[in-house]
């Protein structure tokens, strides 16, 4: 039998599915947040970093997701011609 694995699955926890703080911050509400990090061996510095950092990576999502629609956007209206020199070219363009 493997070490720390049961065969029930009835007497031991679901693991752990990710590691870094993504999956810190998905099982905080099962553990403390200084032993999902020893067990993920991330820094609790690092898992405090990210969630701070939350509001800036949806910002970036944001942000992101307008670009694209803007791409598509000049894509359509040059019936599909313009590519990787003309978009670019169009944004800058454009402000």
Request: proline content about 7%; glycine content about 6%.
């Amino acid at each position: 039998m493997l070490s720390g694995h049961c065969w029930s699955r009835s007497c031991c926890p679901p693991p752990i599915p990710t590691r870094g703080p993504t999956g810190c911050h998905a099982e905080k509400a099962n553990y403390t947040i200084v032993l999902l990090c020893e067990v993920l061996k991330t820094a609790r510095s690092t898992y405090y970093t990210w969630v701070a950092g939350a509001e800036a990576r949806e910002a970036r999502r944001r942000a992101d997701t307008a670009l694209a629609h803007e791409i598509t956007v000049i894509h359509i209206a040059s019936r599909r011609n313009y590519g990787v020199p003309r978009v670019p070219a169009e944004l800058r363009r454009q402000g």
